[in-house]
RNA sequence: GGCCCGUUGGUCAAGGGGUUAAGACGCUUCCCUUUCACGGAAGAAUCAGGGGUUCGAUUCCCCUACGGGCUACCA
């Protein structure tokens, strides 16, 4: 990819990339992606990452999405050098306070001759489309149909000018020049052409003095000296209009270099991952749990979920990116060392909810003992009513039951209940084990083991194994015949963590008494 | 419909003229093991189809199919 290598070179700007969404809802997985990948690239280079809220649909405005985006940068370690949040010497940052720096530039497209005043109301256009679409066609405003429209290329100057200064309302549109192939180089793509007769004359500023996406992206971009526009495979199709835009304005120089990513798609069926798919499915779509302000509906986030951030993280830059090495565990410093635009995939993701789950099991094998401790520490105090200086709540008791549910968890609030045995005796036992196993000669064999572990010296692992295997053979017994029973009775379960180790994990006394109880209890 | 972008196992994907076509998830089997896991070993499974170009195409070109996106005074 050496238009690549080139343009790093010949650009002597410090690379500026934005993350720029719109609060129109909770931030979608994909827009954390897009998000994550500016971000790589632009640390990586040494550069800044900007977020920039792009609020110019008063319509679809959501209140709390603004904060709902920005906490969820935050919970996965995307640090914002500079934006809303952060402050900068470009502020504002967010286009509804930045309002009026975009007519000057629509104005000066229009002076030029790049754009023009359109009267058209919506209601006409929209009658317009229906009819195209019944004639099989579909309206474009463009070349082919701007001169029978109302506009100030049909309507004379003073006309115009006399609208205007009546109130009547009008938008800027963009003048696209008739069959011209605009071509661009996208960072994953090569390079891309269009012809332009295809492109529609988009409108740059609405009747509400807002700008559009297309104008505002530009100037913001333009202004924010950003030198690297990432974003999603859905903005390919206006790229050729923000390349003319850039043109008309004279900043073609100074235009970002545009990267457009491959989406994300759904794990069954077709289309691009949606909101909808999570609940159904069984997995979450947005990075933390979001309640719908109107409807109060909830969507269930990955945090809330139990996932590490790492995790998440960690799994998302792998949907659409590989390190080229057979590495796939990273951390966010070293998915910033390692990322390349030129590992980006060109065709889209299908998401995998299973292999999210395995990621967050390796980041789960990568925390420190001691935090997992101190966090199972309090989720027992919350969960249980142990007394102040509870053994069950020692870090060294702690640090062992972690180590011992660890390997067989992928979620770190797995461990109460996979290792509920490990807290509280149990109050009841699995039957079928009992039956599969239990024969009344066996009494004796377990209260001979009460009484050998009550005269163990050592009551570590090994002790308790050899000692269990003497037992077992004093009464002519194979471990095999009693193993099972052995867990059963110290845990409930058939199935569990390593038994010696949880022998003396419980300890001595506790052993010793969950075997009694478990002869008087159990109904053999 | 039109335009654009894609297409390597079920999924994520490496490889970009000559390879036994990596690796991971998931699945199956075996080993370890009292169990469930972990770990280890093995296995099934892929170049969408058709034409070219070439001594030779998964790799380059064209067509078709399929998938996706866009086609708003939404981003």
Redesign the pocket.
């Known amino acids: 990819m050496f238009y690549l290598c080139a343009s790093f070179f010949y650009m002597d700007r410090r690379i500026r990339t934005r993350f720029?969404?719109?609060p129109?809802g909770p931030l979608h997985m994909g827009g954390v992606r897009t998000a994550l990948y500016a971000y790589l690239f632009a640390k990586q280079q040494g550069g800044d990452f900007l977020l920039r809220i792009?609020d110019?649909?008063q319509?679809?405005f959501v209140p709390g999405a603004e904060d709902y985006i920005i906490e969820s940068l935050n919970w996965c370690g995307i640090k914002i050098d500079e934006g809303v949040s952060a402050g900068g010497k470009f502020a504002p940052y967010r286009q509804s306070e930045r309002k009026e720096m975009y007519r000057k530039y629509a104005d000066q497209l229009v002076q030029n001759g790049h754009a023009y005043y359109?009267?058209?109301?919506?209601p006409e256009?929209d009658a317009m489309?229906k009819e195209a679409e019944t004639a099989?066609?579909?309206?474009?405003?463009d070349s082919s149909s701007r001169l029978k429209m109302n506009n100030s290329l049909t309507v004379s100057k003073e006309e115009t000018e006399k609208k205007i200064s009546s109130g009547d309302?009008?938008?800027i549109r963009l003048k696209v020049p008739e069959n011209e192939e605009v071509k661009f180089t996208d960072i994953?793509?090569?390079?891309?052409?269009?012809?332009s007769n295809?492109v529609?004359d988009?409108?740059l500023l609405?009747?509400?003095g807002?700008?559009?996406?297309?104008l505002?992206?530009i100037v913001d971009d333009y202004l924010m000296e950003i030198t690297h526009a990432i974003r999603?495979?859905?903005?390919?199709?206006?790229a050729p209009a923000h390349i003319l835009i850039y043109r008309f304005l004279g900043w073609e120089n100074q235009m970002p270099q545009y990267a457009?990513l491959?989406?994300l798609?759904k794990?069954d069926?077709?289309?691009?991952l949606s909101k909808r798919d999570g609940d159904k499915l069984g997995f979450p779509v947005f990075p933390l749990e979001w309640k719908d302000p109107a409807t109060g509906e909830i969507s269930s986030g990955y945090r809330e979920k139990g996932y590490y951030p790492e995790a998440f993280v960690n799994m998302l830059a792998?949907?659409?990116?590989?390190p080229?090495?057979?590495q796939?565990v990273f951390s966010m410093d070293e998915l910033i060392q390692h990322f390349s635009f030129a590992?980006?995939?060109?065709?889209?993701?299908?998401?995998?909810p299973?292999?999210t789950?395995?990621f967050n099991?390796q980041w789960l094998?990568r925390q420190p003992d001691g935090e997992l401790a101190s966090r199972l520490s309090s989720s027992l105090q919350t969960q249980f009513q142990f007394a102040e200086g509870d053994r069950r709540l020692t870090e060294p008791f702690l640090i062992q039951c972690v180590q011992l549910l660890k390997?067989?968890?992928q979620f770190e609030n797995e461990f109460i209940e996979k290792g509920k045995y490990l807290f509280i005796s149990p109050d009841q036992y699995d039957e079928q084990a009992i039956q599969k196993k239990w024969k009344p000669e066996l009494a004796g064999f377990f209260q001979q083991l009460s009484t050998n572990f009550l005269n163990l010296q050592s009551f570590v692992a090994i002790e308790i194994e050899n000692c269990f295997k003497a037992t077992a053979a004093e009464k002519n017994l194979k471990?095999?015949e009693v193993?099972?029973l052995?867990?059963v009775f110290l845990s409930g379960?058939?199935?569990?963590?390593?038994?010696?180790p949880?022998a003396e994990l419980l300890g001595k006394e506790e052993v010793i008494f969950r075997l009694n109880a478990a002869l008087t209890n159990i109904k053999l």
């Open positions: 720029a969404p719109s129109t792009e110019t649909d319509a679809r359109a009267f058209d109301t919506s256009l489309r099989k066609g579909a309206f474009s405003y309302h009008y938008v994953i793509r090569g390079e891309v052409s269009f012809n295809l529609d988009k409108v609405k009747s509400d807002m700008p559009t996406y297309h505002a992206h999603g495979e859905e903005w390919l199709p206006s457009h491959p989406l798609l794990p069926g077709n289309g691009k792998f949907l659409g990116w590989n080229g090495s057979e796939e590992h980006v995939h060109k065709g889209g993701a299908r998401f995998d299973e292999k789950k395995w099991e094998h390997i067989r968890s471990p095999g193993l099972q052995f867990r379960q058939s199935a569990g963590v390593d038994l010696f949880m």
